[in-house]
């Protein structure tokens, strides 16, 4: 059974970060590639950011480009997202999720992603 759970999440003033942290259990953690997804009421949930198994590819939602960094420690099985210059429509929960890996990389796609975490609150005050 994988497990995902995220952690780091909380309330910041508009223009702060929060680095937010998923820790997978994994046994071959380095082969999946990791994302996160965010939802905030009322809304759908939205691609938020990708890293690829190698590392060697990463997606973001143009919102947030120049603004959050996904990376991820193989050593620790956990991905991170390092998250700048929030915004009150950062507000959400933000969700991690992994897939193992496979031949494409289409991490915008819902259906992409073969595990969920718990998600994790953002809210971002202005």
């Known amino acids: 059974q994988v497990q995902l759970v995220e952690s780091g999440g909380g309330l910041v003033q508009a223009g702060g970060s929060l680095r937010l942290s998923c820790a997978a259990s994994?046994?071959?953690?380095?082969?999946?590639?990791m994302g996160w997804f965010r939802q905030a009421p009322g809304k759908e949930r939205e691609f938020v950011a990708a890293?690829?198994?190698?590392?060697?590819?990463?997606d973001y939602l143009d919102s947030v480009k120049g603004r959050f960094t996904i990376s991820r420690d193989n050593a620790k099985k956990t991905v991170y997202l390092q998250m700048d210059s929030l915004k009150p429509e950062d507000t959400a929960v933000y969700y991690c999720?992994?897939?193992?890996?496979?031949?494409?990389?289409?991490?915008?796609?819902?259906?992409?992603?073969?595990?969920w975490g718990q998600g994790t609150q953002v809210t971002v005050s202005s």
């Open positions: 999720a992994s897939r193992e890996r496979g031949r494409s990389w289409s991490p915008r796609s819902y259906v992409y992603w073969d595990y």
């Open positions: 890293i690829s198994w190698s590392a060697g590819s990463t």
């Open positions: 994994e046994r071959t953690f380095s082969s999946y590639a």
